[in-house]
């Protein structure tokens, strides 16, 4: 069966400071990968999406940038964090073949930035 | 992309009534997805209704997709404390992005 892992789970950064989170999924070849931030009590905005190794899709301008530097590893960076960066960052896999459009979540990191 | 905009925000019941959200969106889909969250973990998957599709059923939820109106209702029937949550509906067009909304918070009393 497939699973998602995401580290850190809960992370304190100061301003400034640079960043790196991690996402790796397991069972399942060629995924959709996502990054989603989620601001307490909101909804998901899609942070970047990729298709495939080295390509990265970016929704919104901001701080941070993507690389999938292997097939199942997706990560997530900063060079100087933003207070403004605070908040739930998610990734999520979904099939990269048609018809499997169920996006599966992990578990999530919690990112405050002082 | 557009987001869909759940309906109500805030939902309180008690343990065993039914609770109804609904989301509503702007222009053509692919499909509607819900997904539920709890509090401060990943979100899960929980059914997804087509374009050509106007009724959906899994276990206690029931889904409906109203295209002409452009709305869609999530159902728990018979609620239960584990069933507090946030529930969100997520948008499909032809790409391969989730829209999601803001969700609607529901709290099942005891």
């Known amino acids: 069966s497939q699973t998602i892992h995401q580290w850190p789970a809960t992370l304190v950064q100061p301003v400034g400071s640079p960043l790196s989170l991690e996402c790796t999924v397991e069972?399942?070849?060629?995924?959709?990968l996502y990054w989603y931030r989620q601001a307490a009590g909101r909804g998901l905005q899609l942070l970047f999406y990729?298709?495939?190794?080295?390509?990265i899709s970016s929704e919104v301008p901001q701080n941070l940038s993507a690389s999938r530097p292997q097939d199942r590893q997706f990560i997530l960076s900063s060079k100087k964090l933003l207070l403004s960066d605070s908040g739930f960052y998610l990734c999520?896999?979904?099939?990269?073949?048609?018809?499997?459009?169920?996006?599966?979540f992990g578990p999530g990191t919690r990112l405050l930035v002082l | 992309s557009q987001q869909g905009e759940e309906d109500p925000q805030a939902l309180s019941i008690q343990e065993g009534e039914n609770a109804t959200m609904n989301c509503s969106y702007k222009?053509?889909?692919?499909?509607l997805q819900w997904y539920r969250q709890n509090s401060g973990r990943g979100l899960v998957h929980l059914i997804l209704?087509?374009?050509?599709?106007r009724e959906k059923h899994s276990g206690r939820l029931r889904v409906t997709l109203d295209t002409s109106k452009k709305s869609s209702s999530l159902l728990i029937t018979a609620s239960r404390a584990a069933d507090t949550a946030s529930y969100f509906c997520?948008?499909?067009?032809?790409?391969?992005?989730?829209?999601f909304g803001a969700g609607t918070t529901v709290t099942v009393r005891a």
């Open positions: 999520a896999w979904t099939s990269g073949l048609g018809g499997q459009e169920t996006q599966y």
């Open positions: 069972g399942t070849s060629n995924p959709n």
């Open positions: 990729s298709v495939g190794i080295g390509q």
């Open positions: 222009t053509s889909i692919n499909n």
């Open positions: 209704i087509r374009s050509n599709e």
């Open positions: 997520a948008l499909r067009s032809n790409d391969y992005k989730l829209s």
